[in-house]
C-alpha cells in the first residue's frame, strides 16, 4: 500500500487518488457543453408549510445525469462549475426552467400551486456584473412575477462580504426574495444576522436532524427561530425526515419544512403528478 509507505502524506501512486483525479477531470471536461447537450435537469423539492402540510414553495436542484458516470452529485460538480466559470451557464438554465416551470404549475393548479420557486444562487454568479439582468431576463421571459422566485444563498457567503451584500440588494430591488441557506454551518452570528438583506433562514440539517433527540439542538434551533421572528424573517427546516422532527419543529413555530419526509427531489414531471396527486380527494395529508 501506497498510502502506508507515504506516511502522512498520499503517494502519487495511491491509486484511490488517481481514480479520483480522472474523475474530476473527466467532469471538469465534460460539464462543458453538458448544458447544450441536454444533460443537465433540475429536481424539484416542496417547501410546506409546518402547520398546515400544504406545498408552498419548490426548491430547484441541479441534476446531472453524465453519460457514462451516470448521476454526478451537485456537490461534486457544483464547485468545479464555479472554479471553470461555468456556473454562469448552469445558472442561467436552472434560473430559467424554474421560472417556467413555477408558471406551469400556477397555470395547471392556481390557488393550490407552490406560491415561489427557490433557486441556488453560488458566489461566483453573484458577483457577476451580469447576475441581476439574467434574473430580470428569466423572470420577463417566464412571465413570473418576481415575488415568486427567491434565491438561496449559503450563509458563508453572504457573510462579511460587501459586494455579495450589494448584489443582494440588487436582487431585492428587483422584487425578488432572498434566504440564507444552509444556517448554522458557517460563520454568521445571530448578531450579524439584521445586517443581511434576508427574507428567509434556512436552518441546517445538521441541527434539524436532532431536534427530537437533543435538547442542546432544540434549543438551539429555538433561539434561531426566535431571532428570526423578532428581525421579520420566516424559517424554513431543512431535511426533515421523521414525524417526529416535523412535530417538534411545528411546536417550536417553524414555518416551514422541507426534506424527505414531505418528498424527495423529483423530476419536473413527476413533481407535476405529485401535485395533482395532492389535488384530488383524500390526496390532501
Ligand atoms: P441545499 O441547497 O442545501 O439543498 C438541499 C440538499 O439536501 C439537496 O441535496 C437535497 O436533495 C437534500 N435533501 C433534501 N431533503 C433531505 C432530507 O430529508 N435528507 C437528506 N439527507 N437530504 C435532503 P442536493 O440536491 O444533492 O444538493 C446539494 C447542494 O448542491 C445544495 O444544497 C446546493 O448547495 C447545491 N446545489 C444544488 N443545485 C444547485 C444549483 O442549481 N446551483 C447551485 N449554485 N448550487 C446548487
Ligand atoms: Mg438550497
Ligand atoms: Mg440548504
Ligand atoms: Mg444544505
Redesign the pocket.
Known amino acids: 500500500e501506497a498510502k502506508r509507505a507515504g506516511g502522512a502524506g498520499y503517494s502519487v501512486f495511491d491509486p484511490a487518488m488517481k481514480l479520483r483525479a480522472a474523475r474530476r477531470a473527466t467532469i471538469e471536461t465534460d460539464l462543458r457543453g453538458a448544458v447544450g447537450r441536454g444533460d443537465l435537469a ?2 424539484y ?1 416542496p417547501i410546506v408549510s409546518l402547520a398546515s402540510r400544504q406545498c408552498i414553495g419548490m ?4 441534476r446531472w445525469n453524465h453519460p457514462s458516470l451516470g448521476s454526478v ?3 461534486e460538480f ?1 464547485g468545479i462549475a464555479e472554479e471553470t466559470g461555468l ?1 454562469t451557464e ?2 442561467r438554465f ?1 434560473l430559467n426552467e424554474a421560472c417556467r416551470a413555477c408558471v406551469a404549475w400556477k397555470r395547471q393548479f392556481g390557488a393550490h400551486a407552490p406560491r415561489s420557486v427557490s ?4 458566489r461566483a ?1 453573484l458577483l457577476g456584473s451580469d447576475h441581476a439582468d439574467h434574473v430580470r431576463q428569466a423572470l420577463a421571459s417566464s412571465g413570473l412575477d418576481a415575488v415568486a422566485l427567491q434565491v ?1 444563498v ?1 450563509e458563508s457567503l453572504a457573510a462579511q462580504d460587501d459586494r455579495v451584500q450589494r448584489s443582494l440588494h440588487d436582487l431585492k430591488a428587483l422584487g425578488v426574495t432572498v434566504a440564507l ?2 444556517f448554522g454551518t458557517g460563520y454568521s452570528s445571530l448578531a450579524t444576522l439584521h445586517l443581511l438583506p434576508i427574507d428567509v433562514l ?1 436552518i441546517d ?1 445538521s441541527f434539524v436532524m436532532q431536534v427530537g433527540s437533543s435538547d442542546h439542538h432544540r434549543v438551539l434551533i429555538e433561539a434561531v427561530i426566535l431571532v428570526a421572528r423578532s428581525l421579520n424573517m420566516r424559517t424554513v427546516a ?4 421523521t414525524e417526529e422532527q416535523a412535530t417538534a419543529l411545528t411546536g417550536l413555530n417553524c414555518d416551514k419544512g ?4 414531505f418528498a ?2 423529483l423530476s419536473r414531471e413527476a413533481m407535476t403528478a405529485w401535485l395533482d396527486a395532492r389535488m384530488r380527494p383524500g390526496g390532501w395529508p
Request: no cysteine; hydrophobic share 40%.
Open positions: 433540475v429536481a423539492q426548491e430547484a436542484l441541479v452529485p451537485p456537490l457544483v456556473i448552469l445558472g436552472v433557486v441556488n444562487v453560488s454568479q438561496e449559503t441557506d444552509d434556512k440539517r431543512e431535511g426533515i425526515e422541507q426534506g424527505y419526509l424527495r427531489p
